[in-house]
């Protein structure tokens, strides 16, 4: 049993830091797309709100679909879906498809997101899932950095973007098989809750919405999701079209993810309330990013990013 509960939680966190290395590699290949399909300032962020709308709507179904093909399945089936946009989207002739590609990709993205997760918490228990649970989310800041070094250092070699996007594909693709076949030989001997997901009713909404502090909660999740959408989809090409340097707009992407998975592995050992956490927050946060803007230049971008990743 021990040995079926080691291979199935290195598969998922391998799934998840390849999902990390495919959403965050969006910012660096914005420049790209926008170059190959002539995007304009009013679409050119399509792809990525194509690929939260696919994320948003795996929010929606995920209980439904997990209810019928268990975490696991919808797991895999998330692997599946980003393998094979990834190929689409490299092959895209028009940047419909490519919009497209990535919103049924966004799809996969929040499906593999959520069953992580769930998955994690079903394999172990007590101290010992907290600290996976810390090791699962850390794997997924290490894609954010490791993205933009290795797509910035192959474009800079010369290899098309499309043949970026494949590249992973490949490499999901034997993720997704290798996972396969560790579930399906271990499935048996594995402590996966067979509980179905509780389905949300509507009653649970407006019950939601009046306990204490959750719709601040709700607040700052927006707000939390908004900037980090801003920083990994921009940061890079502000710092590499804007100040002409690709290699700090990389960095800056990396910095900023880097920064995440430090925050992580800290704030738990602060002595500090979470609202009054929260609140502090998002006003050195804003304070960060803020400075990083009004004084400019590609290295205070960098630095903002690398704060901004720390402290929110």
Request: include cysteine; charged fraction near 5%; proline fraction near 3%.
């Amino acid at each position: 049993m021990k040995k079926a509960v080691l291979l199935v939680t290195v598969f998922v966190c391998l799934g998840h830091m390849l999902f990390a290395m495919a959403n965050n590699g969006q910012g660096v290949l914005l420049t790209e797309f926008i170059n190959a399909f002539g995007l304009t300032s009013g679409v050119q962020g399509l792809p990525n709100a194509a690929a939260n709308v696919g994320v948003l709507l795996s929010m929606l179904l995920s209980v439904a679909i997990a209810a019928r093909i268990g975490k696991p399945g919808l797991f895999r089936l998330g692997l599946a879906l980003m393998a094979v946009m990834l190929v689409v989207a490299g092959a895209s002739p028009s940047a419909a498809v490519l919009i497209g590609a990535y919103l049924v990709m966004g799809f996969g993205f929040g499906s593999i997101d959520i069953c992580a997760s769930a998955i994690v918490a079903d394999l172990h228990q007590g101290r010992r899932a907290s600290m996976l649970m810390g090791v699962l989310h850390a794997l997924y800041g290490t894609g954010g950095i490791l993205a933009p070094i290795w797509m910035t250092g192959m474009l800079s070699a010369g290899v098309s973007w499309r043949w970026v996007l494949w590249a992973l594909a490949i490499a999901v693709a034997a993720v997704t098989a290798a996972a396969s076949i560790v579930f399906a030989r271990c499935g048996s001997a594995l402590p996966v809750s067979a509980a179905p997901p509780n389905r949300p009713s509507r009653a649970d909404f407006p019950a939601f919405a009046r306990r204490s502090g959750n719709l601040l909660l709700v607040f700052v999740t927006v707000c939390y999701c908004a900037h980090q959408c801003s920083i990994y989809l921009w940061i890079s090409r502000i710092i590499g079209v804007g100040y002409g340097n690709v290699g700090l707009g990389a960095a800056a992407l990396s910095l900023f993810w880097a920064g995440t998975v430090a925050s992580r592995l800290l704030v738990p050992l602060l002595r500090v309330g979470t609202v009054r956490y929260l609140r502090w927050s998002m006003l050195l946060t804003g304070a960060a990013l803020s400075c990083g803007i009004l004084i400019g230049g590609a290295v205070t971008l960098c630095v903002a990013a690398a704060l901004c990743g720390l402290i929110g």
